[in-house]
């Protein structure tokens, strides 16, 4: 969508300390002063702000306001998170998928429990688990005589974060986590489908539906209907998967959105079950799910995720919420061997520890920046920036931040349709953080003399409608393009 026009400030005489609550330290160039009528608008009235510039060659503090104040940093967290992943699980890190079992293979028969293994891969599609039941169907596999188990057990069974919103609960950022879980398409949306309803020409009639992957483990409660008035919604009741369709969609038009799943582990479960009748295999025994695979079991077939300096492209420019809490997890795996946020953040606390920075001036508690909980200041994201541009990886990490103006959606990802045909276009990479009445933005920008800048700016606490922030913000970066 794109942002209202920016709103000018240049002619504000309010005094900044009443209208922010802080003062901007003394700055006497032009871009400082510019800095300082920006912070200066109207919208911001009431508001915290946390802005801070620095040169990436040396460090040095070219503008703060408040670097130190500790703000919710939404999705600017997602900064944080992956550059340690990059550190604690490597760029070629992969999530791994497994089908095991404890039996031997007698013919075409499987005498002994199958196991489904997850390691928390959020890229797994349907068509992976019809691969994985066609490798067990080319041994031969044509009946499984024992249990049929899921073995979630990589990441611990919280499946939402710390203080998560309970109006969230059905909307695709923020989907259930789990290490056996399903994506509905190739921004791996784990943990969802992808609910598409039909109208038909005629007015009044009920819309057609239909739930991709297919399955039926979700029930649907369909009011909605054929008719003018843009009103047609999608509810799903806590606790349950019965969707609650209503309202109108116009006629001969159909409306796609996704949907996030109660116990994304059973959806897995109903899908690999298809899969494997598909390739003719029975099972005679029970389904167990959240059954741990025995260390002695046998590898029968295994998929691999990309590598992780991959991944980080499609989380970054889309701001993968699942994806990020899936790293976060699988650092505390790997380095606590404990599948938990807590031993998650313990991790990245880690990280930035050998970097030399604090961890105990920052509040994380999970991997995306959903939750309100999360503080976090731009002088710690700055330092983090500067930081990140010291490591071997990078160039991978930095590539896959969002980068301004780039019409290419994989590119350009959250920041495509900003700062278009501007000094800041296809000139800062950065990342971009909402939530209601928080805004945050971070990352790199060359100035007009070619020096590379590292920035942070966290708003919170504003009323006003979040375009005219992100327009303030949009300034901002437009300011130290032409510093």
């Known amino acids: 969508m794109r942002l209202k026009r920016w709103i000018h400030a240049g002619a504000m005489v309010l005094g900044f300390g009443l209208l922010l609550g802080g003062c901007a330290s003394p700055s006497k160039t032009a871009t400082g002063q510019s800095l300082d009528q920006l912070l200066a608008d109207p919208a911001l009235h ?47 890190y992969r999530f791994s998928t497994q089908l095991l079992t404890n039996g031997t293979q007698q013919g075409e028969r499987l005498v002994g429990n ?24 080319s041994r031969g596999v044509r009946q499984v005589q024992g249990d049929l188990v899921f073995d979630d057990t990589w990441f611990d069974a919280e ?41 038909p020409v005629r007015a009044g009639q009920p819309v057609g539906v239909e739930i991709f992957p297919p399955t039926d483990y979700l029930q649907l409660s369909n009011r909605a209907v054929s008719g003018p008035g843009n009103t047609y919604g999608i509810n799903r009741r806590h606790g349950t998967n019965l969707l609650q369709l209503s309202g109108a969609v116009a006629p001969g038009r159909q409306s796609r959105q996704l949907v996030s799943v109660w116990e994304p582990t059973q959806l897995v479960a109903n899908l690999f079950e298809q899969a494997l009748a598909q390739q003719g295999i029975s099972v005679v025994g029970r389904r167990v799910i959240g059954g741990a695979s025995p260390a002695t079991a046998t590898a029968l077939a295994e998929h691999q995720s990309a590598p992780l300096q991959e991944l980080i492209t499609p989380l970054l420019k889309l701001s993968n919420n699942n994806m990020s809490e899936a790293l976060l997890k699988a650092m505390g795996r790997q380095t606590a061997n404990s599948g938990t946020a807590a031993a998650g953040t313990l991790a990245v606390a880690g990280f930035l520890k050998r970097q030399g920075l604090d961890a105990t001036t920052l509040n994380q508690v999970d991997g995306s920046g959903l939750s309100r909980r999360n503080l976090v200041s731009s002088q710690t994201l700055t330092d983090l920036l500067l930081a990140a541009s010291k490591q071997p990886w990078f160039n991978a990490w930095y590539n896959a931040l969002p980068i301004a ?79």
């Open 405 to 483: 103006g780039n019409r290419d959606r994989m590119t350009g990802g959250s920041l495509r349709y900003r700062l278009r045909d501007t000094p800041a276009a296809n000139n800062l990479h950065a990342k971009t953080g909402s939530m209601g009445g928080v805004s945050s933005l971070g990352g790199y920008i060359t100035d007009a003399h070619g020096r590379r800048l590292v920035f942070s700016m966290i708003t919170n606490n504003y009323v006003v409608g979040g375009a005219q922030v992100k327009a303030l913000e949009n300034r901002v970066a437009l300011t130290l393009a032409n510093w």
């Open 159 to 199: 499946r939402l974060g710390v203080d998560w919103s309970h109006d969230d609960e059905s909307t695709y950022y923020g989907a259930q986590i789990s290490a056996l879980t399903v994506s509905p398409n190739t921004d791996f949306d784990a943990g969802t489908v992808l609910v598409t309803a039909k109208a």
């Open 114 to 137: 199958l196991y489904l293994r997850g390691l928390g891969d959020p890229t797994l599609q349907f068509s992976d688990y019809q691969a994985l039941a066609a490798q067990l169907a």
């Open 46 to 92: 009431g508001a915290t702000v946390s802005l801070m510039v620095r040169d990436a060659s040396s460090g040095n503090t070219l503008y703060q306001h408040n670097p130190r104040t500790r703000l919710v940093p939404a999705s600017n967290l997602k900064l944080l998170t992956t550059a340690a992943a990059m550190d604690v699980l490597g760029p070629h």
